[in-house]
């Protein structure tokens, strides 16, 4: 079993809290409140700067240069794109950049950001990718598992583009490469070491939880 097949393994319960939460689950149907979404698109946008921290990171504890262009493909994407169609997109959906440059951290941002990157500071480029591994590729099966429910609507619902954009084939790409990377890091770990790993795995898949959560309560 691939590394990654084995982390979503030891915590599927998790894991299936994360992809099917209430907030992906009402956000698919289209009935998912406004101001839930925009309270989940503000903290989204602080999300994104401590992400692109962590690519930053990521380019430090590479240990080789191929490991080291990956993270730097990253963090790039995340300067020179992710952040700016954000931007504009958040700007479609009524909030200004003002008012994201105002924005405090909610506690579950705080909380997810800041234990992906202690991932990366205390451990090494696995331990970092593995905390980072539930976000790339969790929002890639969120849009596989949303289009394959009958009830999702793909047409017509102001949520319709988001799904759209997780379901398109560079971020599935972006995704399936994350998954590659884990494999080639995580070949022929000892026992010990894959447990530590599946613990930080689970924590981070349930600071997504959490952060879907912070959504649904516009919890501060
Ligand atoms: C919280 C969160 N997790 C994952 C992604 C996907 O990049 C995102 N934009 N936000």
Same mark, same amino acid.
């Given at each position: 079993?691939?590394?990654?097949? $084995? ?23 289209? =009935?998912? #409140? ?16 401590q992400?692109?921290r962590a690519?930053g990171l990521a380019v430090f504890k ?14 790039? #994407?995340?300067?020179? =794109?992710?952040?700016?169609? $954000? ?23 705080? #909380?997810?950001t800041r234990y992906v990157l202690d991932a990366g500071f205390a451990g090494d480029l696995l331990d970092l990718?593995?905390a980072l ?40 790409? #972006? ?13 022929? @770990? ?10 930080r ?14 959504? @649904?309560?516009?919890?501060?």
């Open positions: 079993m691939s590394l990654y097949e $084995h982390l979503k393994a030891q915590c599927i319960d998790d894991w299936n809290a994360y992809i099917q939460h209430d907030f992906v689950r009402q956000l698919g149907q289209g =009935t998912l #409140a406004k101001e839930c979404f925009q309270h989940y698109l503000k903290q989204d946008y602080l999300f994104l700067i992400f692109s690519w590479s240990e080789d240069l191929t490991s080291m262009r990956y993270a730097q493909s990253g963090l790039n #994407a995340m300067l020179d =794109t992710e952040i700016s169609l $954000h931007v504009d997109y958040c700007r479609d959906w009524g909030i200004s950049e003002e008012q994201l440059l105002a924005l405090p951290e909610a506690s579950a941002t705080v #909380a997810y990718h593995v591994a539930p976000c790339i590729i969790g929002y890639a099966e969120i849009a596989n598992w949303l289009a394959a429910q009958p009830d999702t609507v793909r047409e017509g619902s102001p949520y319709a583009p988001w799904i759209e954009m997780y379901l398109s084939d560079e971020y599935q790409q #972006a995704a399936n490469t994350e998954r590659e990377l884990l494999d080639t890091l995580g070949q022929g @770990l000892p026992p010990a070491r894959l447990e530590a790993l599946a613990k795995f689970r924590t981070a898949t349930r600071m997504e939880v959490s952060f879907w959560q912070m959504g @649904l309560d516009r919890a501060d």
